[in-house]
């Protein structure tokens, strides 16, 4: 990373809060984050820090009450709804913790679908899935359906899903929460190989402290803010 380089993603002096009934819950008061190219950053926290709302609030999912994330030196709080799908189509790519792909097709349609919505015609389409899938180590299963393959097969899918469109941003909210410590290794080497290859900003929610010790770097949330881990 050279010192000059300005990060991807830029979340500054983010506030988010939630009404629940009568009450208001402060989940974000001030929270900054900047995210370099190739870069890879753990997000360790107890359930209901809001790991989830900064990981929406960052790939535009969700609205800020207030601050303002930068996609690309690009503030985006004032866009309209076209030009935050459109960012967040071409540049964003989300992985969860559930695979969320859709049954009835195979793991190459589950690629392909991404990139036709975007305007890719079908056999590109078809040809960049088959490879992202094959370098993901799943070139003997393209034709299998979610169901026919096992639980770090079916996230390793959701990932090449999320790449698709050669986004330069992945969010990745507790991605290996599901699976068992051998699978989640699997896993998380599938991510880092994108990572490093597509020089991608990567924030990885995770609670697998043995995997966020391999990351670039560690942040976790506390009242509300980022706080740089060593
Ligand atoms: P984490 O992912 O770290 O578990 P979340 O970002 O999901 O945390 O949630 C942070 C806090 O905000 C929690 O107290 C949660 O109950 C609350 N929260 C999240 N989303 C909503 C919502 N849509 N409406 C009301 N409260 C919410
Ligand atoms: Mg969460």
Same mark, same amino acid.
């Given at each position: 990373m050279a010192p000059t380089e300005r990060p991807?993603?830029?979340?500054?002096?983010? %506030? #988010?809060?939630? $009404?629940?009934? =009568? +009450?208001? @819950? =402060? !989940? &974000?008061?001030?929270a900054?984050? *900047? @995210?370099?190219?190739?870069q890879m950053v753990a997000l360790i926290a107890p359930s209901g820090a809001g790991k989830s709302t900064l990981l929406h609030i960052a790939g535009l999912l969700e609205h800020q009450? *207030?601050?303002? !994330?930068?996609?690309?030196d690009v503030p985006t709080s004032h866009l309209t709804d076209t030009e935050?799908? #459109?960012i967040r189509r071409n540049e964003v790519g989300f992985v969860y913790q559930a695979h969320h792909l859709l049954g009835e097709f195979s793991a190459l349609e589950n690629v392909m679908l991404p990139q036709?919505?975007?305007?890719?015609? #079908?056999? %590109?389409a078809r040809e960049r899935a088959a490879e992202l899938l094959s370098y993901l180590g799943l070139k003997e299963r393209l034709v299998h359906r979610p169901a026919e393959l096992s639980g770090g097969e079916q996230q390793r899918v959701a990932i090449a899903r999320a790449v698709a469109n050669a986004p330069r941003i992945l &969010? +990745? =909210?507790?991605?290996?929460?599901?699976?068992?410590p051998h699978t989640s290794e699997h896993v998380f080497r599938a991510l880092t190989q994108l990572v490093r290859a597509s020089r991608l900003a990567a @924030?990885? +929610?995770t609670h697998n402290l043995d995997i966020a010790a391999?990351? =670039? $770097? $560690? @942040?976790? &949330?506390?009242?509300?803010r980022v706080i740089e881990l060593q």
């Open positions: 991807i993603v830029f979340l500054h002096q983010i %506030e #988010r809060q939630y $009404r629940q009934g =009568d +009450a208001t @819950v =402060d !989940v &974000l008061k001030g900054e984050l *900047a @995210v370099w190219s190739g009450d *207030a601050g303002e !994330v930068y996609i690309d935050r799908t #459109r036709m919505i975007r305007g890719m015609t #079908r056999n %590109e &969010l +990745a =909210d507790e991605p290996t929460g599901n699976l068992d @924030v990885i +929610a391999r990351m =670039d $770097r $560690r @942040v976790t &949330l506390k009242d509300g």
